[in-house]
């Protein structure tokens, strides 16, 4: 089976906004799909003026790159939540936070596979996460996976400062960029 024929059976999810814009956002595409051990998720993006930081080595360097994130809750209250953050470069910054952004950059989500690569219109990240991974972080109910699905649009100033266009799938109900509030979230459901 090729790469594309793996995500055939998957529902894209088409439907990102720039919630604190009024602009048509560029295309943003997520697709997910299970098997029996793991969880595959995949973001298609349309960009074209791809920024990567090269300054930093560290997993900290994702913050000032264009990037994908998904997050994970185990209740409303996401008085523990998790995130990973992944560039076209396929680094990913994982960290498990407490609201209200609380952040524990020291954290490693195990049984995560990341991988990345660039298209001829944008860049593609695709990764899995085992679902026994999810199941023992209480991330996996019913078959039922509470997330977020974002998009940081890196822009350069002439100034050469960054600043971002923020992208969701969920409009979150804050007046200013803001994904690490509980109306962020939507639900996935593992069919």
């Given at each position: 089976m090729n790469f594309e024929t793996f995500w055939n059976p998957c529902q894209a999810l088409t439907a990102f906004d720039f919630p604190w814009n009024e602009?048509?956002?560029p295309a943003t595409i997520f697709r997910a799909i299970h098997d029996q051990k793991r969880f595959f998720f995949r973001f298609d993006v349309i960009d074209s003026n791809i920024i990567v930081s090269?300054?930093?080595?560290?997993?900290?360097?994702?913050?000032?790159?264009?990037r994908v994130e998904i997050f994970f809750r185990s209740d409303e209250k996401m008085s523990l939540y998790y995130g990973l953050e992944m560039d076209?470069?396929?680094?990913?910054?994982?960290?498990?936070?407490?609201?209200?952004?609380?952040?524990?950059y020291s954290y490693k989500m195990d049984g995560?596979?990341?991988?990345?690569?660039?298209?001829?219109n944008g860049y593609r990240v695709w990764?899995?996460?085992k679902l026994d991974t999810l199941r023992s972080m209480n991330l996996l109910n019913n078959n039922k996976i509470e997330a977020g699905l974002f998009r940081g649009k890196c822009i350069r100033k002439l100034n050469g400062e960054?600043?971002?266009?923020?992208?969701?799938?969920?409009?979150?109900?804050?007046?200013?960029?803001?994904?690490?509030?509980?109306?962020?979230?939507?639900?996935?459901?593992?069919?």
């Open positions: 602009e048509m956002p090269s300054e930093k080595t560290d997993k900290m360097a994702v913050l000032d790159s264009d076209p470069l396929g680094r990913v910054l994982d960290y498990k936070a407490e609201f209200y952004r609380k952040f524990d995560i596979t990341i991988r990345s690569q660039y298209t001829l990764g899995c996460i960054l600043s971002f266009k923020w992208i969701s799938w969920i409009k979150p109900e804050s007046e200013t960029p803001d994904f690490h509030i509980p109306s962020a979230f939507g639900e996935l459901r593992l069919l």
